[in-house]
């Protein structure tokens, strides 16, 4: 499964727009970058995900450029309520081969 | 509505004893999971299971252990309970697909104290 490296801690404040991007440079053909946010004493809560270009629901953006070696969730105008933890994976589409490597993630701080 | 429940929420055990957590999911899903959390970490996969009479080792499998009698339980045993093992565990499921969206949705974690 591909690796994934992120930072370890972003800071924001509220209203602003949240860029957190995730390095994946052996990402398979077959990979699909999904991205999950964790609060404190709960499970994670899946976000996005995408393959190539840009994906958009109702909570966040996935920009994912030409060569897929990198990806970036995008926040829009965060409140003090997106303050969590946020992970980045990189694994096969097909649920029944498709093991979840979680890191580290990167823990946002959203400041008033 | 379908929900993934795990029990108990807390628990605190001795050293070597044998415990077991439960995971129970009304989704009809076929694959579940198990993970670890250590505290400043991600999660670790313990064990997981595609469907029924399936179990797999995770990369954090040695001492634990699961059966899966139905689709909607997988329980989680600890043979014989270390310190080491206490952690929070948290059980996931996700629906059988061939490509695309799979997400996992997960329980609310099970925090386990082992003195």
């Known amino acids: 499964l591909a690796k994934t490296t992120q930072p370890i801690s972003m800071d924001s404040y509220e209203g602003q727009e949240v860029n957190i991007t995730c390095s994946h440079n052996?990402?398979?053909?077959?990979?699909?970058i999904t991205w999950y946010q964790q609060f404190p004493s709960q499970g994670p809560r899946f976000i996005i995900q995408g393959y190539k270009t840009k994906v958009t629901n109702e909570v966040a953006s996935l920009f994912i450029p030409a060569d897929r070696k990198s990806s970036t969730l995008s926040l829009p105008r965060v409140s003090l309520s997106d303050t969590a933890v946020y992970y980045c994976l990189v694994g096969p589409g097909s649920s029944n081969t498709g093991k979840l490597i979680f890191g580290q993630g990167t823990t946002l701080q959203v400041k008033p | 509505d379908a929900e993934i429940t795990q029990s108990p929420r807390h628990k605190i055990t001795e050293t070597g004893r044998q415990v077991t957590l439960a995971c129970h999911q009304t989704w009809n899903h076929n694959n579940m999971f198990w993970y670890r959390q250590d505290l400043g970490h991600g999660l670790r996969l313990i064990h997981y299971s595609y469907g029924v009479q399936d179990t797999n080792k995770g990369e954090v499998s040695d001492g634990y252990s699961v059966s899966r009698s139905n689709t909607e339980d997988l329980p989680l045993t600890l043979e014989s309970a270390a310190s080491s093992q206490t952690s929070v565990y948290f059980c996931?499921?996700?629906?059988?697909?061939?490509?695309?969206?799979?997400?996992?949705?997960f329980g609310p974690g099970t925090r386990l104290t082992v003195l």
């Open positions: 052996n990402i398979a053909t077959n990979d699909y």
């Open positions: 996931a499921s996700s629906e059988n697909r061939d490509r695309g969206l799979y997400e996992q949705f």
